[in-house]
């Protein structure tokens, strides 16, 4: 009972310094002076407004990626008490002092710095040398580029560290797996690689394709465990299931929890409110739902309606009409009807209401009980303030000449006759008696003599139409566009069958309340197919770069520049990492290839094992190299240097990797070709050496030559100094701001 | 010996009884498991065959040595993939068990056959409707372009077009009709030859897919079903009957595939007479698939991975010798690189040696291209060799396909930068394109006969004056329309009078200064001298009120790029001497590339409008859209291009049933479950065979995903060729699976009833849909009174 006191309690704690001293020298690194510049360096103007929209619950949406990258960014500055106020309008702007500049950096340096550890420890868990390892580690810790990446509020850090550490992660649980399956700890590491991934997914998308690798190799081991016989079948699919679960169906339910908290954190409407539809806009508090709150539902004869394009492209729009005729001839020739125009106009305005009126009755007013408008229903529009019928007819288009012209029935008494009936379809529906529905039912109108349906083209009415968009009948409706569709914005129940009463009633502001809320998944759904498809312009930028630039560092990017003392900060790489890595790369891939076809002729240069550790390594390293680069020659965007640094990561930790094997192997044994002998008794300390000591001429040089333009400069800064800060630096440097 | 070869066998398929099968195999008469059944119900009647000859068809015409199609092959059977020498292998399996059947009736009936009927379907009604359908207007026309021996410009190579041509004017057909619309009347045109010429082509597809089909599976049913599918389907025949590039593409592929198959079945005898026949074969396809439509490259990717799998396979072999092993890659090298590129150059040669005449293609290439082509007004000229002050000159810029520097009296609209004139970028000649080189600090009309000519050199400042509304070239401060962040260029001033910011530097690339500048050779660069922006082209379109030219900026970003670049072409000066520009003509590897690079312009320059609805590829297996060849209304002959609806729903159910196969089959084995003889020779034919048909599916529908040209549902066609033959291993292997599980009568019963529903079924559903490809008069089919009413089972089908 008392047997602790004949055996005392013995605690063993193992501490691997070397992991604490390169965490330590990461975190030097890369915390230190952390908050100089105060200023907005490079991006930080991009990011810093999305961080200022989430301090004020403004809802917005960012094409750039997921939501994830700046919820981290705007935890920082949670942290830091920031509250938003401050206009992030130009680079170089000094912080106001309300900004927690620190707070706002310290996550993505954080993530920087711990990227060094986690390099050691994939290089250990490749089952390579602590002094390999260490190599590596050291690289990442002095590569200049991800200094200068990490110590500002940019997401490429966060986004690398997420990517290595699912690496780590999964190779912590492949190493398990051998030995102690569906322990904790497997379950531990299986699960982490599964929220790294989708973490890395969450802050950019490029993190898709590291998880893409990694759900390869994944599959590549599975494969080999679905041919190991001495399993079970129930053994081997609990392996499957629980793979399944972690990598596929763990990342999906986070990626969705990232939405979750982005679309519950946001509540208010801001300046991206009119790209969504109608019925995202009125789940948010203020705009469109101040409006909205309390319209009645049900479209019915007699209501006085706005109906908003769907598609919002180029710009969202609603059906408008005004005073004003189509010029009899354009100045093509062409002629056209005369008659009243119908736009597209991308601003509320009094011209954009229309009332719903049954062909039948004369009454433009809501009859009590209101009779709903159903799908399928023949009624006119009428337009509020000049109560013309929405008509149209067999003549041309303005812009499109292959489509039917919509105008607003005159009546010149010319064989001319009216055509405004229109069936309504929604398209939306569940069933075939649907109740059109304000906000939520989106619905075509078909015309009923010539079964055109009313469309927005997109193209801008010259100046007799005031550049607004066109508005054609399409007469052949080749499937379903969302050009085609519309849905009711504002929308009441008219009371005033004289025209001035209606006047203004249409003037007044809408009101009452019922309040819609859309389900978490079709706000998710929305948002995503927006953030996808939403392309900003294509921009040229000053210091954008195409990927083959990247490979060579032909290019730089100047961060920052301080008008009165000249202190810059640059984002360029370390010359000779960057050249070393790329002759890795190719090492590799020649070493590779030459193995590969002398085993496939039963000739074994290397021992299994060690062709195993080469293969896995490399299938990491250069795998994790090419997703990371490959995909850029594809993309159309506007790319810069800082894209490149995720490969250059997997490039950095081949380096070590190669440096290994040659001493190992090529320079140990240099007639070494004959015969697989089964084991071959691993370097001896002096070639693992070799692993670690080849780097380091590059690391010195390197960090000397370099190092200075990202880290003294902050020093030497704040002795007031004026000299050009390039002096003495590499050439690179010294190009102009 | 065939005889002896049953009584020695055991079959394994149909039942696991060696004894009662024995029995079976040895009664005399007894009937067995028998493809041709199937045949029998709905074809003609197959010559009565001898005793034992109708046995099951699984290796029914195993071995080339009994294939009467092509050159005899040694190989009797499919090279298995080698194993490498150290693993253990599986035991060889036993002897054939199923009697080949008797060959030449039994495998040139069905072929006749089908080659008949596929002949029939494709040029029954191949006139109608007389007049031009689709994309007629188009391949129509450069048909006669080649007659006529025009220039033109078109985003495919030329091959397609040439045969074309070829068959026009072989036919007797005279290149003058215009095709200039869809729905034109073809009169007295002779039509029917280019017409005539694409179907029989199109016919082809049909026995080349029955011999695939044949030489990858061995089956006789799995070839006939496969062979069927393409017969009886709608969209097949539509598309084979007009004159399009499409049936000769996929003539090519589909010739490609063929040969690739047949000289993987020749591989035991390799650098045989047959070996090296298809292997070149296969050469010369591919240069025909490519020399078609660029679509080509996806099967020569096929039949890359093909060979670097092959090669692979030989290199695991340790009975060959390296210098063996250099012999097969020299040998592929040779006939599936070198020769196709050879033969695609050619293509080419004869291209630019027919179109020697200037047409409308011209301003899509570069000046020197130009003056090759007789009737151009750079071809034979003399103009003067240096710029000089007063002459009046085009500038057309570098980049390929970049137009003419040009301006017009319109103004940029309100909110677009300045209100000043439009200056853009033009593809065609025009008199708007002149312009007048003039001092930037002096007005004087350097033409006067009393002034001496004075040189532009490197480095000057000059001025450019549009000749025709004498205004200057200008750039300032304002930013351009579609390229915010470049600034505006626009035409400014009256009669030449206008402000510092009219003044250019001209200079050329790669020179000193002081040099004088020459026509047509200097690449010029214009600097503005006042915001150091330089001059050049950014390839956008301009909206309509640009008239869709080309918009012209002023870049601030110094990049060397052919948009900042430009020459001069046409250059006037009386009083300069002129000299022939002969020395100019570009050799052929030079327009052999540029040809290509305006091609792959053109091509990514077919992007889809905004708001324009286009076809998906995800629509495409579904079938969900078909398009309109010819006719909208109710009294027009209507031909709609749409498959077969029953085939393509089955194609596409069948892909999925064969990667569930798949799946299952490759886990079993990886499992080590202990397959039958029958089950794995079926799983091997499941694996291989399909896998490369499937792979062919995958190569030549994923790549459409990632294309951000407007895309067609046309271009689904060469897939559905791999689909259908796809469908008809599949079924045959799942049938015979399923036939090898039950007992033997009932499994030959399952097995014949199983193939004779589906050409049933295939059979039926042409029938009803046929009118699609011959032609639909009367009401439209929402109409209950019209012949298709009922049959538009979707909603998005239009017709």
Redesign the interface.
Known sequence: MLGFLKQPVVVTAEINMNLVALTVMGLVNRLWALSYPRAVVFDEVYYGQFVSLYMKRIFFVDDSGPPFGHMLLAFGGYLGGFDGNFLWNRIGAEYSMNVPVWSLRLLPALTGALCVPLAYQILVELHFSHCAAFGAALLILFENSLITQSRLMLLESVLIFFILLAILSYLKFYNLQKCSPFTAGWWFWLLLTGVACSCAVGVKYMGLFTYMLLLAIAGVHS?HL??D?TLS?VS?LCHLLARGLALVVVPVAMYLSFFYVHLTVLYRSGPHDQIMTSAFQASLEGGLARITQGQPLEVAYGSQITLRNV?G??VPCWLHSHKNTYPIRYENGRGSSHQQQVTCYPFKDVNNWWIVKDPGMQQLVVSNPPRPVRHGHIVQLVHGITTRYLNTHDVAAP?SPHSQEISCYIDYNISMPAQNLWRVEIVNRESDTDVWKTILSEVRFVHVNTSAVL??????L??WGY?QLEIIGEK?S????Q?MLWNVEEHRYGKSQEQKEREVELHSPTQADISKNLSFMARFTELQWKILTLKN?D????YSSSPLDWITMDTNIAYWFHPISGAQIHLIGNILTWASANVATLVYVCLFLWYL?RR???ICDIPEDAWRLWVSAGGLCVGGWAVNYLPFF?MEKTLFLYHYLPALTFQILLIPVVLQHLTDHLCRYPGYSTGCPAVLISGDKSSEMMGFLVPAPALILGTLHYVPSVITLPCLAEENYSVNACTGLGKVNCSPV | TLRRVRSVAFPTCLSLDPASSRGDALAPGAENYNSHDALRGNQTPLPAMPYGADSLSLDAVRGGARLPSGPRCGGLRQRRPRRPAGEPSRPSPPPRAWAPLEAPVGVWAPLASITLLSFASRFYRLSEPPHVCWDETHFGKMGSYYINRTFFFDVHPPLGKMLIGLAGYLSGYNGTFPFQKPGDRYGHHNYIGMRGFCAFLGSCLVPFAYLIVLELSKSLSAALLAASILIFDTGCITLSQYILLDPILMFFLMGAVLSMVKYNSCAVRPFSAPWWFWLSLTGVNLAGAIGVKFVGLFVVLLVGLNTVYDLWELLGDLSLSLVTLGKHLLARVFCLILLPLVLYTAQFAVHFAVLNKSGPGDGFFSSAFQSRLIGNNLHNVSVPEHLAYGSVITMKNLRMAGGYLHSHWHLYPEGVGARQQQVTAYLHKDLNNLWVIKKHDSNTDHLDPSCSVEFVRHGDVIRLEHKETSRNLHSHQHEAPMTRKHFQVTGYGINGTGDANDFWRIEVVGRKSGKRIKVLRSQIRLTHLATGCILGSSGKTLPKWGWEQVEVTCTPYVKETPNALWNVEDHINPKLPNISLDVLKPSFPEILLESHMVMIRGNSGLKPKENEVTSKPWHWPINYQGLRFSGVNETDYRVYLLGNPVVWWLNLVTIGLYLLMATCTIVAIKRGAQLTVCVSELSEVLLHSGGKIMLGWLLHYLPFFMMGRVLYFHHYFPAMLFSSMLTGITWDTLLKFCAGCLSCSMGKRVYTYGMLALMLLIVYSFYLFHPLSYGMVGPMASDPNSPMAGLRWLESWEF
């Open positions: 494969w679905i041919g016989q079948n081997v598609l492209k180029p812009l469309k927005l083209s997109g193209a801008s010259p100046e550049r052949l080749k499937g379903h566009h050009s312009e921009t040229e930028h000053k076809l496939r002729r039963k594809m």
